[in-house]
């Protein structure tokens, strides 16, 4: 099975966690797809209701279209469980995040979740974490000295660009600058350094935030809590 079929096994099995009248927040990216998909099949043929909180434009759209009720973060009084993808996570449910640049979102529905569960295919399981680059969330105002202090703290900072050489931009209109540090030691005391940097809005650490992993592998969908 190629990559695509694990992701697709990945979130077909998250979908059998959502039940009737639950608040579920829907993260980003193309895992997610496949678990949206699913989520939707469920509502429609078992008559589900349950209400979806987006964490990107594209999830919302691609939910609404498939005719999952849809609200805004501020708009619920919690989330029951949110799932969502990720670009590394380890045997310590310690993960990264933003490969799709919606971090910052996805952290905000994530920590007003009372459950999070994370579709992988099994490629994304790592024992250190770094090999992806750690994204971060910067404001363009004074952005080149943002990116300096990446540069100087040893971080190897660069830009995300676009094909056309133009900078990546989030939802929110900021930059996306990404870490690439191969490496990363101390996940918490890195986190901790980075949203003390003023013009970081966020960072793609996702820590201490994890309860359920799906993995999609090739011997079957693999559930580790
Ligand atoms: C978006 C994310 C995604 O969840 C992450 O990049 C995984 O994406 P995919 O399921 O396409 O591999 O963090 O910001």
Do not use: C
Not at 196 to 209: N, S
Request: net charge negative.
């Amino acid at each position: 099975m190629d990559q695509n079929e694990l992701k697709k096994m990945a979130g077909r099995k998250a979908a059998e966690f959502v039940h009737d009248d639950m608040i579920l927040g829907l993260g980003t990216g193309s895992t997610v797809r496949y678990m949206v998909e699913a989520v939707a099949e469920r509502v429609k043929n078992e008559s589900l209701h349950i209400t979806g909180v987006a964490t990107s434009r594209r999830t919302r759209d691609q939910a609404e279209k498939l005719g999952i009720h849809m609200k805004s973060v501020d708009e619920v009084p919690y989330i029951d469980v949110t799932i969502d993808g990720a670009d590394e996570i380890d045997k310590n449910f310690q993960g990264i995040k933003g490969g799709g640049a919606a971090h910052t979102m996805e952290k905000i529905v994530a920590t007003a979740s009372n459950q999070n569960i994370w579709i992988v295919d099994e490629s994304k399981i790592v024992d250190q974490l770094g090999r992806f680059p750690l994204p971060t969330e910067v404001i363009p105002y004074g952005s080149t000295k943002v990116f300096q202090r990446l540069a100087d703290e040893g971080l190897h900072p660069r830009f995300r660009l676009n094909e056309d050489g133009t900078r990546v931009t989030t939802h929110s209109k900021n930059y996306v600058i990404d870490l690439h540090m191969k490496q990363i030691q101390h996940p918490h005391l890195l986190q901790d350094w980075l949203i003390r940097q003023v013009g970081i809005v966020e960072q793609g650490l996702f820590l201490d935030l994890v309860n359920k992993v799906v993995v999609g592998t090739q011997d079957g969908p693999k559930v580790l809590d």
